[in-house]
T-cell receptor
Framework: GAVVSQHPSRVICKSGTSVKIECRSL??????MFWYRQFPKQSLMLMAT?????????EQGVEKDKFLINHASLTLSTLTVTSAHPEDSSFYIC????????????FGQGTRLTVV | SQELEQSPQSLIVQEGKNLTINCTSS?????LYWYKQKYGEGLIFLMM?????EEKSHEKITAKLDEKKQQSSLHITASQPSHAGIYLC????????????FGQGTRLTINP
């Protein structure tokens, strides 16, 4: 099946710094990528939807200036957590698809972010 | 996600017993997915349902999507310890934009 690679898998950063998480579709062109955040013992919360070449659509309550999403190509989307704070510590996971609604959504391995 | 209501949120069953997890929406679901996850790890794809009335099975797991495409169930027969984990239903919906959203998840524990 299709592969989505997410990097890094774990990152620890100091409070106030920025962290970039990459999500790559390795063997298909992902027209749409989704970014999720998962709190302990909770489900995946959709943060934003990104379509190649256009601005990301953020869910209500998600700060677009804090969570910068770029989908510059059909194989790469990035999530940058700017000026990270301890409350941003979480598990972030991306999903990519090449055909909305009609095919399996492929997920990255996730990134565990810890802000100290 | 409030778009998808998943129940129960927690389930403890004895090994060998059958169990069912439900996923309901007030909206039409364009593609319904079932995944399994261990928290902090990636998602394991189980099944995808698209057509109303569709049913799929893999080993001891069966998933169904109702005719209206608003409700799905995941049924595990003769549960085993390997079935333990978090089960997530996800679906494409149209809410302004096209979105892939998830239910709250069901934490399944299998007791020996």
């Amino acid at each position: 099946g299709a592969v989505v690679s997410q990097h890094p898998s774990r990152v620890i950063c100091k409070s106030g710094t920025s962290v970039k998480i990459e999500c790559r579709s390795l063997d298909f062109q992902a027209t749409t990528m989704f970014w999720y955040r998962q709190f302990p013992k909770q489900s995946l919360m959709l943060m934003a939807t990104s379509n190649e070449g256009s601005k990301a659509t953020y869910e209500q309550g998600v700060e677009k200036d804090k969570f910068l999403i770029n989908h510059a190509s059909l194989t790469l989307s990035t999530l940058t957590v700017t000026s990270a704070h301890p409350e941003d510590s979480s598990f972030y996971i991306c999903s990519a698809s090449f055909r909305w609604g009609n095919t399996e959504a492929f997920f990255g391995q996730g990134t565990r972010l810890t802000v100290v | 996600s409030q778009e998808l209501e998943q129940s129960p949120q927690s389930l403890i069953v004895q090994e060998g017993k059958n169990l069912t997890i439900n996923c309901t929406s007030s909206k039409t679901l364009y593609g319904l997915y079932w995944y399994k996850q261990k928290y902090g790890e990636g998602l394991i794809f189980l099944m995808m349902l698209q057509k109303g009335g569709e049913e799929k099975s893999h080993e001891k797991i069966t998933a169904k999507l109702d005719e209206k495409k608003q409700q799905s169930s995941l049924h595990i027969t003769a549960s085993q310890p390997s079935h333990a984990g978090i089960y997530l239903c996800g679906a494409y919906i149209i809410q302004g934009a096209q979105k892939l959203v998830f239910g709250q998840g069901t934490r399944l524990t299998i007791n020996p």
